[in-house]
């Protein structure tokens, strides 16, 4: 027995994980990538395959009213402590983007599970659509058990052939007006502790396996649309338009200056143009903005600069323009103490004590507003995600998988002592 309790063991094996992966993405990939996008039938598979891997584990596997799987490991008094992510994907993603996690969290259980009694229940969670890559909304799962989605607005998202959210989930067993009940699956939860790829360059050019996550960057993003007036591209002249496709251009130039003002992140990822012909000046184009930053006050500005550089191209081609927000998230730091958790596990593995924001949003962004939340991030090769290239060295999928077993280990430790985790 340790101080804390618990036996000591052998450990995870870093090599199972990896092995399960890769059973996973020959189940539910195709030659462009992993298919596993929620709500639909390769989904499904890749969830019979997490339940199959489950088996023979003295859990208890249900899905709760949001969709999200969980396998609950029993242990002393209470304070759960929660594992996992997701294992949608968006279309011709990556192997390890979600199933990474997921697997990690398996491979946990597995371990915990051999060594005897714990001092407080663990659980595993499969969140539900975290992607959105049907429906163009993230996070379904995990914001529904973190109390943070709007129903009314996700009861009328439509996918690409029509089909709305509402009766899509309905047929996997998840009942919008239910939504709520899932809430309580995390009442008196100690902590949310979640494995992730990267997914961005960083570890890899600073010669990093692993490193723990401060916390996942704020998000806003607008939909931009400049007014002008359709005219003839030949019979127009130059000092005579209304180019609302000029105005959007000088906009997307300024989204990336206060990006690199700021040392944070903008993109105009989409432009429409109408009537978006070769023949014709563009008498409207909207552009979707994207821009991200750690800090609220730094994110704030480049709002505030690039609307400020959309009214003055407006201007200057004699537009009108629009503003409409699409998504806000504000910066989410971790909890501090399962922060420094996790910064110590890395340190004692590889004598680094880097701790990097999250540039990408994850469950554990929702869940970090409702139970004390902390991440490990394992590198991406070339920072590539959401493509099949994807791809992570194995040690350093190993090495993660131990990282976050020791983590796991230490929270359980700390709550078994009664030190809130916060
Ligand atoms: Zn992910």
Known sequence: MTSSGLRRDAGPDGARVVAMLRELADLTS?????????????????????????????????????????????????????IGSHLDSVPDGGWLDGA????????VLRSLAARGPLPCPVALVEWADEEGARFGHSLFGSSAVAGTLNVAEVRELADASGLRLGDVVAEHGVHLDRLDEARQEIRGARAYLEAHIEQGPVLEREGLPISAVSGTVGVERHRVTFRGQTAHSGSTPMDMRRDTFLAAAAT??????????????????????????????????????????????????????????AEEAARAEGCAVSWEPVFQTAPQPFAAGLVDVVREVCTELTGHARV???????????????????????????????????????DHLRLGVEAFYRTVCRVIARSAGGDAAG
């Open 252 to 309: 997307a130039l300024a989204v990336r200056e206060s990006a690199v003002r700021h040392r944070g992140v903008g993109t105009v990822g989409a432009a429409r143009l109408r009537p978006g012909i070769v023949t014709a000046v563009a008498g409207e184009t909207a552009i979707l903005v994207d821009q991200r930053h750690p800090d609220a006050g730094a994110l704030e500005a480049m709002r505030g600069e690039v609307r400020r550089a």
């Open 100 to 107: 990474y996690g997921v697997m990690c969290a398996v491979e």
């Open 356 to 394: 990097l924001p999250s540039w990408a949003l994850h469950d554990a962004t929702p869940m970090a507003g409702a139970v004390p939340t902390a991440m490990l991030f394992t590198s991406s090769a070339k920072g590539i995600s959401h493509a099949r290239e994807e791809d992570t060295p194995e």
């Open 30 to 82: 195709d030659e462009a990538g992993a298919q596993r996008v929620a709500w639909t039938g390769v989904w499904q598979k890749a969830r019979a395959f997490l339940r199959e891997q489950l088996r023979g584990l003295p859990v208890t596997v249900r899905t709760d009213a949001a969709g999200n799987q969980w396998a609950r490991l029993p242990g002393g008094g209470s304070g759960v402590v929660i």
